[in-house]
């Protein structure tokens, strides 16, 4: 009895491997109150297991909709998203979400909001749940404010309670919505250190949408351009450059550039990006 | 420690202006009994058992009626607030009911249920539910959409959903609208029991009623009194102490 316990917590933090992804010719429009946007017009991209993929486009160009349709939370008015080969038809511990806001449950404390995803995972024991949800607080940093109220919590360490909270039930692939948009630019440089690391750690494919070039450049392995309406993958980039990255290098800086540069060709003026 | 020394100081005061009120004579003794005598009407009426009778039955009466009004009214909220055919039935329905003071229902339960048991419970279920389902409606309604989508993708759905998200995220316009049903019920319950006898028990309205009766100007206060008292032990020991939890977990500042 106790050797499975133990068991099931290893296998539990063990590694897995992550997930491929498939969007094929995903398209996606809504009503609206001047007429239907179309919001994707036949997107198609495929993310290799453990892939770090960055989405970057003005906003309302479709990113976090084309986010929304990977979780499953959303579905495509044509096209397919497989995962490993199945079709995705809704949402699922497989592919966790971090949205931009933390959504964070405020009636929950910090390690409760962590276990609330295990609590709902068959075959772990009570101890199970509360140790891997222990290990995944170190992870981000969080040990000491285990019992703390959400709203005690600065901006940044909210976001990295929902990081554990989505990485805590070990899915495959993490879908993160512009998570550090509202954050300041110190916070966020210790964020895209630790997430690197993270990410090398427990080995996911990643998913992360943003409007900020350096963001981008500084996280993915590849960047793709989003073009809006409609919403379309104009260009992509792949950044060669080491790992962890420096916000502040200055090989990133060209690429960067380069990027904006190209964003800015088809955005024409409605440029919200690059610092 | 000051704020205590205070209201000890202010009601003292109080009571020593009643008392000086009596011994000036303004009122006939009659009218305005001494603060003594008042409290010799509630040692007796402790002593011979018929306060503590009379309240066991009012808050039987409340009770029974408030955990109904609550249990009905929970998952009708719920149901108004998510299709709209309830929305437009019901929820219409307990808007207009609610701005009807419960007390209006004294008239209806007496002619439909007679001077009995289930008239007290109808008044006070009455006066309950509405404001749960109300309060439930709007409290879903303003559950921000994000949670439910971050539990979806974590694998909670229906009873899960709404057991485990949507009743804790509304739990504060709950918690208000259960405070008001508690306020509705507790007051329609002493109309009816001072307006109506009913022989299967003697409630605190009805002593009070009876004080009327009388003329015993004493029992009238010390029923006051009590009624005040329970008033204040019903906010402090089951109200309060939700509302601090709440207020302490979503960081919403505190009067
Ligand atoms: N639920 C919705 N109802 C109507 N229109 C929507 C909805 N969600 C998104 N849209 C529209 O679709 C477009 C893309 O939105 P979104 O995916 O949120 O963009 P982004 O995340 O890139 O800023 C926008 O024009 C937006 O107004
Ligand atoms: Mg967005």
Not at chain 1, 52 to 71: D, H, Y
Not at chain 1, 133 to 155: D, M, P, Q
Not at chain 1, 193 to 212: E, P, S, Y
Not at chain 2, 217 to 230: A, E, N, P, R, S
Request: glycine share 8%.
């Amino acid at each position: 009895m106790l050797r499975h316990k133990t068991g099931s917590v290893t296998e539990e933090l063990a590694v897995i491997s992550p997930s491929k992804l498939l969007i094929q010719n995903v398209s996606k429009s809504f009503r609206g109150t001047a007429g239907d946007v179309l919001a994707l017009d036949r997107v198609s991209l495929s993310v290799a297991e453990g892939e770090f993929v960055c989405l970057v486009g003005v906003s309302g160009c479709g990113k976090s909709t084309l986010l929304n349709i990977i979780a499953g939370l959303e579905k495509p008015d044509s096209g397919t998203v497989l995962a490993d080969g199945e079709p995705v038809t809704g949402p699922g511990r497989e592919r966790l979400v971090m949205f931009q806001e933390s959504a964070l449950f405020p009636w929950l404390d910090v390690l409760d909001n962590v276990l609330f995803g295990l609590k709902l995972k068959p075959n772990l024991t009570r101890k199970d749940r509360y140790d891997v949800a222990k290990y995944y607080l170190e992870l981000v940093g969080l040990t000491r404010f285990e019992h703390a109220n959400i709203h005690e919590l600065s901006g940044g360490m909210k976001q990295r309670v929902a990081l554990a909270r989505a990485l805590a039930p070990n899915p495959r692939v993490l879908l993160m919505d512009e998570p550090f948009a509202a954050l300041d630019a110190l916070t966020r440089e210790q964020l895209y250190g630790d997430l690197q690391q993270i990410w090398k750690a427990r080995r996911k494919t990643i998913v992360f949408v943003t409007h900020n070039v350096r963001e981008a450049a500084c996280l993915g392995d590849r960047v793709l351009l989003f073009s809006p309406h409609p919403g379309r993958i104009q260009e992509e980039f792949a950044v060669d450059l080491p790992r962890p990255r420096d916000i502040n290098s200055v090989d990133l800086a060209g690429y960067a550039s380069r990027i904006t540069r190209a964003l800015k060709n088809f955005s024409g003026s409605e440029l919200a990006v690059a610092e | 420690m000051k704020r205590i020394l205070f209201s000890l100081v202010f009601f003292s005061v109080l009571i020593a202006l009643w008392e000086g009120a009596f011994r000036a004579k303004i009122w006939s003794p009659v009218l305005l009994p001494a603060p003594i005598q008042v409290v010799q009407y509630l040692e007796n009426a402790v002593t011979d058992g018929t306060l503590f009778h009379a309240t066991v039955i009012t808050m039987r009466r409340l009770l029974v009626g408030y955990f109904i009004g609550i249990l009905g009214g929970l998952p009708l909220g719920f149901l108004t607030a998510r299709a709209k055919i309830f929305h437009d039935t019901i929820g219409t329905l307990a808007l207009g009911l609610q701005t009807l003071p419960s007390v209006c229902w004294v008239p209806l339960a007496l002619l439909w249920f007679g001077q009995s048991e289930a008239a007290m419970l109808f008044v006070v279920v009455m006066g309950t539910l509405w404001s749960v389902v109300i309060a439930t409606d709007t409290g879903v309604r303003n559950v921000p959409p994000i949670y439910r989508r971050a539990a979806l993708t974590m694998g909670s759905k229906r009873l899960h959903m709404w057991f485990k998200v949507i009743l804790p995220a509304a739990l504060p316009f709950i918690v208000s609208g259960m405070k008001q049903g508690w306020a509705f019920a507790w007051r329609s319950l002493m109309a009816a029991e001072i307006f109506v006898t009913i022989l299967t028990g003697f409630g605190l309205g009805q002593l009070l009623h009876y004080g009327r009766e009388l003329s015993a100007m004493d029992q009238v206060i010390g029923i006051m009194f009590v009624i005040v008292v329970i008033g204040l032990l019903a906010d402090k020991i089951f109200f309060s102490p939700i509302e601090r939890f709440l207020h302490r977990r979503w960081g919403t500042s505190q009067a």
